[in-house]
């Protein structure tokens, strides 16, 4: 997605990690086939090179089907069978199913199955022990619908991308769940700002102050009883401003706390700045965030209740931020949790342990593709940390997502989302019976979508919206610019 004043990812310069790029048995592209089949081939050049080198000998007939000059070793063997079914395996689980260019409606309450026992050990109670690595399906529809709550972030910024905290009143955040109701929009706030004459250029690129992400609240007690407690849910979009580019860049670490002993817990330079700088009248968005969620918990005193914070790219990391603040804030024990989605690294590794001791509970929802969990580096194991628990995804194990899936893809929300919704296990091909469309894959990354599935959306005239998306082969299966292209930190 992209704004008047977003910056494209073709500004993201950093390679992707070659090291986190190894195919899986299970995720190989369908022209590895080919490659595999030649091994033989290669073995037979090699042989036949050495024997060049040795003295003549009597003339050998080649038959048509000659055997191997050098005999695969027995594991190689059964590793070359395993590609070919697990290629196999892909190409018959290929789905055209009309269900999948179905337009997408609001999904209504989150998903039915009663989760009143198991929602502590969803959120991490134990470190997601057990529940990861295969997916849990629960766990699964729970990650699946705080990812579409950080998506209605970002549809509210992009509504009203001038929004001020005056303008709240005003702020209309397209939430997909009816059960929750917005309580607050959040405001963060640059601690830079352009030259004079660049901001007499481009006003919209000079306002320091912008919409982030809200507070939400679960007000339905059907949902409620489903749910085992009340949830009061704090999401937060990626980077889309100029000035939030600026501080993503600053990438020094400052202490996270107020004594200044270097041993102390310390964070990045650019995310702390957002998350503490107060606005021209506005408060900051950690005094936001205290403030709206000490509000409700008072409001919902003895009720059970639980906060979930989810963010995505910089919301990932504000997520962590917002998230070690309110665990250590003191009072009654209100379980934290954290869904992140293609989240920087945050801080040192005391920072980390402070996350962790607070019992704040934190799963990153990672693409082995996606640069950004990478960033800022961490030369030798220094200076950065990651935080919590991981749930590591394969983009090139989608069979709707071209295997040489660009940066800005590797990154992109919807992509994350749709990772999720198919992901089983680290072993195990995407989910046959994975239900969600993909039509806002296709809006968002049609240039990223295998050609089989565009020319089924053209056949049968799925319109994604009423304005194309340039250089799309989808012709009128086109998104306004500012969905084309998905933020990124």
């Given amino acids: 997605m992209t704004s008047a004043a977003a910056v494209p990812t073709s500004l993201l310069r950093p390679a992707l990690n070659t090291a986190h790029a190894a195919a899986r048995v299970s995720v190989l592209a369908p022209t590895n086939k080919t490659h595999l089949g030649n091994l033989e081939h290669l073995f037979r050049n090699r042989g036949a090179l050495e024997s060049a080198a040795a003295p003549p000998v009597q003339p050998v007939v080649r038959r048509r089907r000659q055997a191997p000059l050098l005999r695969l070793p027995s594991f190689l063997k059964r ?13 018959e689980q290929v789905d055209l199913s009309p269900r999948l260019f179905q337009p997408v409606p609001p999904d209504g309450p989150s998903p039915r199955g009663d989760i009143a026992a198991a929602w502590q050990r969803l959120h991490g109670s134990d470190g997601w022990r057990g529940l990861l690595d295969p997916l849990h399906p629960d766990l ?33 955040v397209p939430l997909q769940d009816p059960a929750y109701r917005v309580t607050a929009p959040l405001f963060a ?55 939030e580019w600026a501080e993503n860049v600053r990438a020094g670490l400052v202490p996270a706390t107020d004594a200044a002993d270097a041993s102390d817990p310390k964070v990045e330079c650019g995310f702390w700045n957002l998350y503490k700088t107060a606005g021209d009248g506005s408060p900051s968005l950690s005094e936001m965030v205290v403030s709206e969620v000490r509000r409700l918990l008072k409001k919902y005193e003895g009720e059970e209740v639980s906060i979930t914070v989810t963010g995505h790219s910089l919301g990932a990391a504000l997520a962590v931020l917002i998230a070690d603040e309110l665990a250590g804030d003191g009072g009654a ?36 593709h996606d640069v950004v969990p990478h960033l ?3 030369p030798g194991g220094r200076w950065y940390a990651d935080v919590g628990r991981e749930l590591r995804l394969d983009s090139r194990a989608s069979p709707y997502l071209r295997p040489d899936a660009d940066a800005g893809c590797c990154h992109d929300l919807e992509a994350y989302i749709h990772l999720v919704d198919g992901f089983l296990g680290s072993h195990c091909p995407f989910r046959a019976n994975a239900k969600r469309s993909i039509l806002r894959l ?11 599935y ?3 959306a053209v056949d049968m005239r799925v319109r994604l919206d009423a304005v194309d998306m340039p250089g799309s082969p989808l012709g009128r299966l086109g998104a306004p610019p500012s969905t084309v292209l998905e933020c990124v930190h």
């Fill in 333 to 368: 024990p209100t379980p934290v949790a954290v869904f992140s989605f293609g989240g920087p690294r945050v801080g040192n590794r005391a920072f980390a342990e402070r996350v962790e001791a607070r019992g704040a509970r934190v799963l990153r929802v990672v693409n082995a």
């Fill in 140 to 172: 699964r529809r729970e990650i699946v619908r705080y990812g579409e709550f950080v998506d209605a972030a970002y549809g509210a910024f992009l509504a009203r991308p001038d929004a001020a905290p005056g303008d709240a009143d005003a702020v209309r």
């Fill in 79 to 91: 590793a070359r069978g395993d590609v070919a079914a697990s290629i196999a395996a892909q190409e």
């Fill in 189 to 243: 706030t640059s601690s830079v700002g352009l030259p004079s004459l660049l901001a007499l250029a481009a006003p919209c690129a000079a306002q320091r102050t912008s919409l982030v992400g809200y507070v939400a609240v679960c007000e339905n007690q059907d949902e409620v009883r489903r749910m085992g407690r009340r949830d009061i849910v704090i999401a937060l979009r990626g980077t889309c401003t100029v000035l």
């Fill in 454 to 456: 565009i020319s089924k």
């Fill in 376 to 378: 800022p580096p961490r």
């Fill in 442 to 452: 296709l809006k968002n990354q049609g240039a990223n979508v295998k050609q089989l």
